[in-house]
């Protein structure tokens, strides 16, 4: 979890959700110059990034990933830099997650224990901002002048579903073995 910067083109949006603040597309697709694709899922994208990008664009694209109880989002497209102009979202999600969570987390804490994921996410949301790890401005700056590397492999909720699919399917040829 968390910022990351992806350069190459759009290819493809999947549905999505529209509010008066964001979007939230069940998928994005970028492919980079070697041809790779990378399908960000649930991913949100305030009206800054939304007012500019489209199909076909092409430039390096920073997304957030968070833990979000609920699952209806898994990332914020927060930033795009292309040739042309950079725009960063004045809307920072991981801010208002974290806050929201430590919130319910509080209240719905002492109701039996009801309250302990969102507890558990706002406070790695909000050690993340205190640390400087989700600094976007800052990541930003970096990226754009190179002292950033490329993310290594594909995004979170991909590497989960990667991982748990091994993790079943050697319990199964274990239990099936025995």
Request: charged share 15%; proline share 3%.
């Given at each position: 979890m968390g910022l990351y910067a992806l350069e190459g083109t759009i290819t493809q949006f999947g549905?999505?959700?529209v509010d008066n603040d964001l979007v939230v597309y069940a998928y994005i697709e970028v492919v980079d110059?070697?041809?790779?694709?990378?399908?960000?899922k649930k991913v949100a994208v305030g009206v800054d990034v939304q007012a500019l990008i489209e199909p076909g664009m092409e430039?390096?694209?920073?997304i957030d990933e968070f833990f979000v109880v609920g699952r209806r989002i898994l990332s914020q497209l927060w930033g795009v830099s292309t040739t042309e102009r950079d725009v960063i979202d004045s809307a920072n999600l991981r801010t208002m997650l974290a806050a929201s969570n430590m919130f319910r987390g509080i209240v719905f804490t002492p109701l039996m224990g009801l309250g302990i994921p969102y507890?558990?996410?706002g406070i790695?949301?909000?050690?993340?901002?205190?640390?400087g790890s989700g600094n976007r401005r800052r990541y930003f700056d970096k990226a754009i002048?190179?002292?950033?590397g490329s993310r290594p492999g594909p995004p979170l909720?991909?590497?989960l579903g990667l991982a748990l699919g091994r993790a079943v399917a050697d319990l199964t040829r274990r239990h099936a073995g025995s």
């Open positions: 549905q999505c959700q110059a070697a041809g790779l694709r990378t399908l960000i430039g390096t694209f920073f507890l558990l996410a790695g949301q909000c050690w993340s901002l205190i640390d002048n190179g002292d950033v909720p991909e590497r």
